[in-house]
């Protein structure tokens, strides 16, 4: 079984049983909701980092040497570690648990084309974040990278892994810098929806994830062509950018996803951490 389809059908099966055990959103408590849309809109975030990596791919016709789609992983860390914030740093330590969490969840079947695949398997997504994060600031991030079993040499030699992203990123940005009379356009647009997707669909744009990644967009890149942020039903839990219509999706299926994955880890916990810390290790 491909893990696209198991994906579609355990998505389903954990939103039945978030319903049947009452932590569907309706049901969550007011500080577990809380905590479970954080880490949705954290998510979100790097999503949307990840896919502006391959809007500035293909608008900017920038290099790339190896997987696209780790490139565009390797943009979003990037990204996030340059602002240095602790909301920054929580977002990436989000990013890593959620696809840790995927992993775990949509990761027990794997074939062979989830090895000839785009993407890197979800759990090497997750330990490549954290070992860029330890590569830019061992003294900051040591202990996320201990809990996540990462051992000590590779903590030290992650610098190198940092060292050569970063040492590119700037090369590319410094190249690309924005003229002031023609700054990227980005028009942002919400879809209408109804049913069971509303309550991720308004967590989504409360978030203001958009309009953070949107500003920015037009901020920092000059683009010789409008960008379309729409955020809809797509009938999967996914995201994409779309070369054609020079445009970023934003499914609220995906945003769903995000809440009941850590719905479900904050009740098997019996708390209100999201992460493997507190002196926990990852589970397999």
Known sequence: MSSILLRVILVLSMALVLAGTGLAQEAMGKKTRAVAHRFAANNSLFVLYHEV???LIDQLKLPVLGREEDAADNMATWTLLSKNTPAAHAALADAAYGWLLSGIAYGSNLDDSDYYASHSLDRQ?????VCLMVGSDDRSFR???TEYAIDRDR???????????????RSLMASHQPRKARTAQVRITYHDVSGRLRNAADAFRQSGVFEQVAAEVERHYSLNKPVEFNAKRCGE????YDSDTVEIIFCYELMEDFISLAAKDLQSKGGLHLGPGAGGRISQ
Do not use: K, V
């Open 53 to 55: 990596g391959h809007l």
């Open 125 to 129: 997504r997750a330990f490549h974040i």
């Open 143 to 145: 202990a996320i990278a």
């Open 155 to 169: 903590q030290d030699t992650c610098l190198w892994d940092y060292e050569l992203i970063n040492r590119s990123m």
């Open 237 to 240: 839990a996914n995201a994409f």
